[in-house]
């Protein structure tokens, strides 16, 4: 097969240009398009200026001006180009047919990739033609301060992507349809699929999973992709108009996705959606323009067609390899998580030593009734301690071990410890969820050295409160186990147990604390193990509908 | 190799639309240089085979040949070597003649030297010269399917497909059409034209195919199928007597049996009868009869032959 692409022109492009652009029709609809945007421009500084006005800052004035035109205008352009984009390109193919044009271009030795690329490239030109005259009243914007020039760029960047992939939406129903009315319908039904139907189903599997659903579930959203880009305006100016204090943020926020920790009320920093958005319309891009192909060659040819499928599976793979759990480096850490021996971290684990060899034991908060006994006991050939607790409501007794182990980097850690809990007072681990009767901790430092506790529960009595520690920053499930029994727990990779995975670098202490007025815990064979490499955890990644497992979530609690 | 000597050759070459069967087993031959005339009633099958001949269509079986190559092995070959003007065509919008051309030369790769040239001989030829920056839209029909002509010229093809190139068109325009068709014949390249109208084509095609319900009735030189007529052909005979006594008169000649012509406000009967062999045989026939005592008012060729074929070939029903 020859390449289509040539030194010349493209023939169906200048054929489309010369008739695009002749007579008043073009003209009169871009000065329209200027004076609306003129007169938009103008209210969207009046509404900046206002809203500056009322918050007492006039230092920001500028700021605020020039971020409210440039969400403005962006959003306006997005809003032009959703109207007209599938319009333009509906008619593209099936216009050739209704005109009995086809036959005459079909029988010339134009390859289909040229007629497809020459009906893409005058849509497309004259989308971005749209797109310009709206660059003066962006460069506005620029003036006012506010707004950098990545901002600009990546805004444009992702409208014009937007806009290729609606006019390929266009182009592939005209194909197949070959008449211009259904070809229109069918695109603006996908473009409404696409802005609602994808927040239709976040919304369903957030209803469903009782949490929030990732952001890339929103990744066909050209709106909230959109967000995702001009959220990044609150770091421009982190006082300013678009600072989280103020009420477009937060509404940027929820339409980009964007997850804000319930704990610390901060807005969770993952990849912006806008990332996924260019891989999945760049997948759906090339598989509708690889369709189209076959049903523009006047004889058609199945084999392509076979070809095609399996190219667009290919692209559809790439995408998770890309983005997602199926990334090679992910792969490779899977592989040596599953393979390489563990290190254990802990020293006399087993407590066969003297307890005072490397733990020790305190009662850190409350008042203690009686004094607390820790206990090293023995049963078969099983070496345990025991710790009986009395005291006021929030009384905390804990056993602790500094470790201080630097790992590393991409290294995994999991936590294995067998329990038994004898008594057990109250029916609730505490209002907050914090006050288990055995509370595991593992605290130590991420990678930008900052420090976090994992925290895994354990109770034994029934109708308990919560389900989780709901001021903890990791989420793990508590565990309910059987009354003097043993209980063996093996954790998953700590680092996951976090809204945005950590890796963590230095492991400082692991405690366990005996909290609530009356208890009596048995804890034996306890390890902290490092292992190279990282688990896939493709369940919990793809599982969107699994039972809540807790996790920062914009709706706290869920719905 | 056989199939070099002719322009375009189907074998066995079929299309059904679902249980429709749109062309059935025709094959077809037209010999190099050819100005063939591709006849049959409408929704005979003339549209989708010539389709077929140009590549815009699959067959469902059968096989294309055009100068010696298979039509679906090479598309974008077969393509250059094809004009292809359909029966019904549209055009842009807001296009102006030469730029109609130069987007088809664009289309079959013309360099822009070439082009330039081109579109004015085009123009030249088939008379729209001074139309050159006229809208299309703006050009009458027969203008517009003269122009649709030279655009399937743009690359100089040798082979010419053209699907009812004057439906349409008032007479004059008609004899323009005609005129032109001659001159590219004139000029070597193999013209494949079709027609339900067989009276256009006759005189001027050198060979014809009429096709009939998908089937190739007949095929060959025109003067071949003359020849064939010739051998036996139809006279009208007007005998001033009843039917029985006009019988026996023709019966007398050997003229085998006679068709009844009804005819109104006409004394007598009319018959049509065969005559085996060409101008002396009727001369010999019309002398017998005269001769035996033949009352004859009126005795001429029942029609143009060829129309005949045609007839005869295409309705047979209206014969039974």
Request: a positive charge; aromatic letters at 8%.
């Amino acid at each position: 097969m020859k390449i289509p692409f040539s030194t010349a022109a493209n023939p169906v492009l200048v054929k489309e240009m010369r008739g695009r652009m002749r007579g008043a029709r073009a003209y009169i609809f871009l000065t329209f398009i200027l004076l609306l945007l003129g007169a938009i421009s103008y209210g969207l500084y009046r509404l900046g200026a206002l809203a500056v006005q009322s918050s007492n800052n006039p230092s920001m004035i500028g700021v605020a001006i020039g971020q409210t035109l440039f969400v403005g205008l962006i959003y306006l352009d997005l809003l032009i180009i959703c109207t007209i984009t599938p319009a333009l390109t509906a008619g593209a193919i099936s216009g050739e047919h209704e005109r009995r044009t086809f036959d005459l271009v079909a029988a010339t030795p134009l390859h289909p990739a040229s007629i497809l690329l020459g009906k893409l490239g005058a849509a497309l030109a004259y989308v971005a033609l749209l797109i310009l005259a709206t660059v003066p009243f962006l460069s506005l914007a620029y003036l006012f301060g506010g707004v950098v020039l990545i901002d600009l760029i990546q805004a444009l960047g992702l409208l014009l992507g937007v806009a290729l992939t609606l006019c390929l939406i266009g182009l592939f129903f005209s194909t197949l349809l070959r008449r211009t009315g259904p070809a229109i319908a069918a695109s603006y039904v996908v473009l409404t699929l696409l802005v609602f139907g994808d927040w239709v189903l976040y919304i369903v599997i957030a209803m469903i999973s009782r949490r929030q659903p990732p952001n890339w579930i929103l990744a066909l959203n050209p709106f909230s992709a959109l967000a995702s880009a001009l959220v990044t305006l609150a770091d421009v100016a982190p006082a300013g108009f678009f600072s989280s204090s103020s009420v477009l943020m937060p509404l940027l926020w929820v339409l980009s996705g964007g997850a804000t920790d319930s704990f610390s009320m901060a807005n969770v920093r993952v990849r912006p959606l806008w990332q996924y958005t260019v891989g999945v319309y760049a997948v759906l891009g090339i598989a509708l323009y690889l369709l189209s192909l076959p049903w523009l060659q006047p004889v058609r040819r199945w084999r392509a067609h076979a070809r095609t499928w399996v190219i667009i599976l290919a692209l559809c793979l790439a995408l998770p390899m890309i983005y997602g759990p199926l990334q090679p480096q992910r792969l490779w850490a899977a592989l040596r998580w599953a393979t390489m021996p563990a290190r254990e971290l802990l020293r006399n684990g087993t407590f066969a030593a003297p307890l005072e060899t490397a733990w020790s034991a305190a009662i850190v908060a409350g008042v203690r009734t009686e004094p607390t006994q820790v206990n090293q006991l023995r049963e078969a050939d099983r070496a345990f301690i025991r710790v009986r607790a009395a005291g006021a409501s929030n009384a905390e007794t804990q056993v602790a071990q500094t470790l201080d182990a630097t790992l590393p980097s991409e290294t995994g850690v999991q936590v294995r410890v067998r329990v038994r809990i004898h008594k057990q007072d109250g029916t609730r681990c505490g209002e907050q969820g914090d006050q288990c009767p055995l509370m595991l901790t593992v605290n130590f430092s991420d990678e930008k050295n900052v420090k976090h506790n994992w925290v895994q529960g354990f109770y034994s009595a029934p109708g308990n409160g919560w389900e989780y520690c709901r001021n903890c920053e990791s989420r793990q499930t508590h565990i309910r186990v059987t009354p003097g029994e043993w209980y063996t727990f093996e954790s998953a990779n700590l680092g996951d147990a976090f809204a945005v995975p950590l890796a963590p670098r230095v492991i400082h202490s692991l405690t366990f604390s005996i909290k609530g007025r009356t208890a009596e815990v048995d804890v034996a064979e306890i390890s902290v193990l490092a292992r190279d490499g990282r688990p896939l955890n493709l369940r919990d990644r793809l599982n969107l509908l699994a039972t809540p497992t807790p996790s920062a979530g914009f709706f706290p609690g869920g719905f | 190799m056989a199939e070099i000597g002719y322009a375009v050759e189907t074998r066995a070459l079929t299309k059904r639309y679902g249980r429709v069967l749109a062309v059935n087993q025709l094959n077809l031959q037209v010999p190099r240089g050819a100005l063939f005339g591709f006849i049959g009633p409408n929704g005979a099958g003339k549209t989708t085979t010539l389709r077929m001949l140009a590549g815009l269509l699959d067959a469902t079986s059968g096989e294309v040949w055009v100068a010696g190559q298979r039509v679906d092995r090479d598309l974008r070959a077969s393509h250059r070597l094809i004009g292809y003007m359909p029966d019904f065509f549209g055009v842009y919008d807001g296009m102006l003649v030469w730029e109609y051309l130069d987007f088809f030369a664009r289309c079959y790769g013309l360099p822009a030297a070439r082009r330039q040239t081109m579109v004015g001989e085009l123009l030249d030829l088939v008379n729209l010269t001074d139309k050159r920056d006229a809208n299309v839209q703006a050009l009458s029909r027969g203008m517009q399917q003269r122009l649709c002509l030279a655009h399937a010229l743009v690359h100089d093809p040798q082979i010419l497909l053209l699907d009812e190139p004057a439906s349409g068109l008032d007479p004059r325009a008609r004899i323009e059409m005609r005129e032109l068709l001659k001159e590219l014949a004139a000029m070597g390249k193999t013209i494949l034209v079709s027609s339900h109208i067989l009276a256009e084509l006759a005189e001027m095609c050198s060979a014809v195919g009429i096709i009939e319900k998908g089937a190739l009735v007949a095929c060959g030189a025109t003067a071949e199928i003359r020849r064939k007529l010739q051998a036996s052909r139809l006279v009208r005979a007007r005998f001033l007597a009843d039917e029985t006594g006009a019988r026996e008169w023709v019966r007398a000649v050997g003229c085998g049996e006679p068709r009844l012509v009804p005819e109104a406000n006409q004394t007598g009967t009319t018959l049509e009868l065969e005559i085996a062999g060409g101008d002396e045989a009727t001369a010999e026939t019309l002398a017998q009869l005269i001769a035996r005592g033949a009352r004859i008012a009126d005795f001429r060729e029942a029609g143009n032959p060829l129309e005949d074929l045609f007839l005869q070939l295409t309705e047979p029903e209206s014969k039974a």
